[in-house]
């Protein structure tokens, strides 16, 4: 069996999302070849497999993109539309598994288009934000963008001269313009499209807290937020910054398809932190319990959405940021806040 490749993110991947993400809605538009693996199987957010037996009518199954050898000048190209705008704080480019059939080099365009999609080939709309770089055998690759201020929609990721990608990650954060919301305009504040995210948690073991702030209500249980069972004292909490600093009127809880592992209660306490970090440091997480209550500590039932609001949310103003607490572990699939922006 191949090694499992060591999977150890710099700082600039805390607190970010993936917005090539496949499951929040990240596309493969394009390339210039995809014969033995097509480009979208690089937007999956699982980590890439490896199976010693799969082949297919084109040769071995491998679990990414895989262009075939080229015999001609030039290099191999992919575009993808990235899940939502947003500004990009770097990328992981991961060959896990590819060994003989890695690319040597790769380098990374941007584009903005508000409607539609760019053209591929119009070398005029893409931008540089990724020099070329090199790649080795089954691993993670890191690059930081130097200049994570500009919004950007879709990336070209250039492969020299072919080879195969496992995954593409693109990390950054939402970019939702929060100027087009009204002052009274009800509107979820913990939504990832939003801006939301999930900055610090107890235990993922199963699903990352990201996940409570995706679209819908998840297609399975492998779409929500769900812990290790708990052996010993303690409760599984994520801490969640909110898409803008609002007051919060009306909560829901998800447990869509958690049955016999859904929190037997739960409870939500927040704080107005508008300066504080996006890397939350033990302090930081030790002072999180001392928040103000916003959801009392709640029974839960198995595969509900319950909603909250009037009297069964406490009136504390404005916060920034929440911190969502599941007794003693289990499964959570949705979290929506809905409120005013402040």
């Known amino acids: 069996m191949a090694d499992i490749p060591v999977f150890n993110p710099p700082a600039f991947v805390a607190g970010a999302v993936n917005l090539a993400s496949a499951r929040l809605g990240a596309q493969a538009l394009w390339t210039t070849d995809e014969f033995f693996a097509p480009l979208s199987r690089a937007l999956n957010d699982d980590p890439a497999k490896w199976d010693e037996t799969a082949y297919d009518d084109n040769g071995k199954w491998m679990d990414g993109w895989e262009s075939r050898r080229k015999r001609v000048p030039g290099h191999d190209i992919a575009v993808v539309k990235l899940a939502m705008p947003g500004r990009i704080r770097g990328f992981d480019v991961d060959t896990s598994y590819f060994t003989g059939n890695y690319p040597p080099h790769c380098s990374i365009e941007a584009a903005y288009a508000e409607s539609g999609d760019p053209d591929p080939a119009n070398d005029a709309l893409w931008t540089e934000i990724l020099p070329k770089s090199p790649l080795g055998s089954s691993a993670h690759h890191f690059f930081e963008n130097a200049d994570n201020s500009k919004v950007w929609t879709h990336v070209r990721l250039h492969i020299y001269p072919d080879g195969g990608v496992a995954r593409l990650r693109v990390y950054g954060d939402a970019h939702f313009d929060w100027a087009k919301v009204g002052a009274d305009q009800d509107i979820d504040l913990a939504y990832i499209f939003h801006g939301a995210k999930a900055l610090a948690w107890s235990n993922a073991h199963y699903g990352l807290p990201e996940k409570v702030l995706g679209p819908g209500r998840g297609i399975n249980?492998?779409?929500?937020?769900?812990?290790?069972?708990?052996?010993?004292?303690?409760?599984?909490?994520?801490?969640?910054?909110?898409?803008?600093?609002?007051?919060?009127?009306?909560?829901?809880?998800?447990?869509?398809?958690?049955?016999?592992?859904?929190?037997?209660?739960?409870?939500?306490?927040a704080a107005d932190l508008p300066d504080a970090p996006e890397s939350f440091s033990e302090a930081d997480i030790a002072a999180s319990e001392s928040w103000k209550p916003l959801l009392p500590r709640t029974k839960l039932q198995m595969d509900e959405e319950r909603e909250f609001k009037g009297d069964a949310l406490a009136s504390i103003g404005p916060v920034t940021h929440v911190r969502l607490a599941m007794f003693p572990d289990g499964g959570i699939m949705r979290m929506r806040l809905f409120g005013k922006k402040a």
Do not use: Q
């Not at 803008?244 to 409870?267: L, M, W």
């Open 221 to 269: 249980m492998g779409d929500g937020w769900e812990t290790a069972r708990r052996r010993g004292p303690g409760h599984d909490w994520a801490i969640i910054k909110l898409g803008h600093r609002g007051t919060v009127s009306r909560a829901i809880i998800d447990t869509h398809f958690f049955k016999g592992n859904y929190p037997d209660t739960c409870e939500i306490i």
